[in-house]
């Protein structure tokens, strides 16, 4: 019976001086890890950019390409020309469908862009 004590109680504390072996090996290895692996991704950004004319159409595809979200003033281009915003918006929606982004409107003067690896929730109608 003694021995019976023994072998479930000496291998308990086996056991347990494994786990805690185990446990601080894994404490000290996954935050190494977690800071090599967000060194090697590039940090998103979510930035607001005002549109004032149909040149920085060009500097938003390349935020988006970088995988920024963007929030997109509209209203400085539309003081200047409905058209335009008509045009820069259209451009922008042709882009954004052809890398599979996307792309919603965020009240009356702005709109939000995204890059793929980003879905913008809409809530559905009835």
Same mark, same amino acid.
């Given at each position: 019976?003694? $021995? =019976?004590?023994?072998?479930?109680?000496?291998?308990?504390?086996?056991?347990?001086?494994?786990?805690?072996?185990?446990?601080?090996?894994? =404490?000290?290895?996954?935050?190494?890890?977690?800071?090599?692996?967000? $060194?090697?991704?590039?940090?998103?950004?979510?930035?607001?950019?005002?549109?004032?004319?149909? /040149? /920085?159409?060009?500097?938003?595809?390349?935020?988006? $390409?970088? @995988?920024?979200?963007?929030?997109?003033?509209?209203?400085?281009?539309?003081?200047?020309?409905?058209?335009?915003?008509?045009?820069? =918006?259209?451009?922008?929606?042709?882009?954004?469908?052809?890398? @599979?982004? /996307?792309?919603? $409107?965020? @009240?009356?003067?702005?709109? =939000?862009?995204?890059?793929?690896?980003?879905?913008?929730?809409?809530?559905?109608?009835?």
């Amino acid at each position: 019976m003694i $021995r =019976v004590l023994n072998k479930i109680f000496g291998r308990d504390k086996l056991l347990k001086e494994e786990a805690s072996g185990m446990s601080d090996q894994a =404490v000290n290895t996954i935050p190494s890890e977690d800071k090599k692996r967000n $060194r090697d991704k590039e940090a998103i950004y979510l930035k607001a950019l005002p549109l004032r004319s149909l /040149d /920085d159409v060009e500097a938003i595809k390349g935020e988006v $390409r970088s @995988g920024n979200i963007l929030i997109v003033k509209i209203t400085p281009l539309a003081q200047k020309s409905i058209n335009e915003v008509y045009d820069a =918006v259209q451009i922008l929606c042709q882009f954004i469908e052809a890398i @599979g982004g /996307d792309i919603a $409107r965020l @009240g009356q003067e702005r709109i =939000v862009l995204t890059p793929p690896s980003i879905k913008i929730w809409r809530k559905d109608k009835k």
